[in-house]
């Protein structure tokens, strides 16, 4: 089973609140769960934020929605029961409650209008219309973001690739300051800077006290790296009497690579073009913020009176 997007779960919801009683989001998870027959693993199952739940999210949007069409109520903070129009729905027997039937409410209609993202259709273009309906406004801006990430590290690593041997080097040792290696960016640019074969070498700090050492080795390249290489820098690990070392390319490593890499007794991290493309962006390396959204949410405990 996996989680039910939040139309499906719209009729179910309004049929628990069929009893006329107050209940609040986390009672009808609780009970949709059930509902659904969801295992643990489909109730655990986290937006790609990982702050929420996918299946409270939806729950929680499938609520809204019925709220904003009157078929729900609230008649105390956090809690809900369904109203006159909501009976009423629920007596015409209706096989499911979707976006599409909530139209014939004005003051949905109205709520929807006012929503920046009424043309769900131009977040997401290229998915079908349908399954773009079927998230939640989270999901959706979710899914754009990850898709305007996508798009912008494919575009970071053409930049790198084109780039000369000694930007490549200056790039390398500004990120991993960025990630808190080197000390100062000065200390490591005199640790990494040994130019090679069209990338660097070199030793740098693991801390800012230099406890410990890392050796690195990075390659611009086009082809793949295989095992041979990842040999030769184990052994030049071996040299340096270190035990780890980070091998970054910007193309890609072969499975043989990978495994001989993961099952030796050094520590070896491999970072390939896509995931050193994901750390510029993370570690704002080349990349410059371009618009910030703030999702917010009900603080209840502002609200508490006790």
Do not use: C
Not at 121 to 142: A, F, G
Request: charged share 25%; proline share 4%; hydrophobic share 35%.
């Amino acid at each position: 089973m996996t989680v039910p997007d939040f139309q499906s779960i719209m009729l179910p919801l309004l049929q628990l609140a069929s009893d006329g009683q107050e209940h609040s989001v986390h009672e009808y998870v609780d009970k949709l769960a059930i509902h659904f027959n969801l295992s643990e693993q489909d109730i655990n199952e986290m937006l790609p934020s990982g702050k929420q739940t996918t299946f409270y999210n939806r729950v929680g949007w499938a609520r809204t929605y019925l709220a904003k069409s009157g078929l729900l109520e609230m008649p105390r903070r956090s809690y809900y029961r369904i109203t006159e129009r909501g009976r009423q729905v629920l007596k015409s027997n209706p096989p499911r409650i979707d976006m599409k039937f909530l139209e014939q409410f004005p003051e949905y209609v109205e709520f929807r209008e006012r929503e920046p993202s009424k043309e769900q259709s131009s977040i997401v273009p290229h998915k079908d219309i349908e399954i773009v309906q079927q998230q939640t406004p989270e999901e959706l801006l979710e899914d754009s973001y990850q898709e305007i990430r996508a798009t912008l590290a494919q575009d970071l690593l053409v930049m790198v690739k084109q780039s000369s041997p000694s930007f490549f080097e200056r790039l390398v040792v500004e990120l991993l300051v960025n990630m808190g290696y080197g000390g100062s960016r000065r200390e490591a640019a005199r640790a990494v800077g040994q130019t090679g074969d069209e990338g660097i070498d070199g030793i740098i700090d693991e801390d800012r006290l230099g406890i410990d050492a890392i050796y690195i080795q990075a390659k611009r390249w086009e082809n793949s790296v295989g095992r041979p290489e990842i040999q030769k820098f184990v052994g030049a690990l071996m040299g340096k009497r270190v035990r780890k070392g980070i091998f970054i390319t910007t193309s890609i490593f072969t499975s043989e690579a990978i495994n001989y890499a993961a099952n030796i007794e050094f520590k070896v991290v491999l970072v390939d073009g896509k995931r050193l493309a994901d750390l510029m962006i993370d570690y704002d390396i080349g990349v410059t913020g371009a618009v910030t959204y703030q999702l917010k949410r009900i603080d209840t405990d502002y609200f508490n009176d006790n």
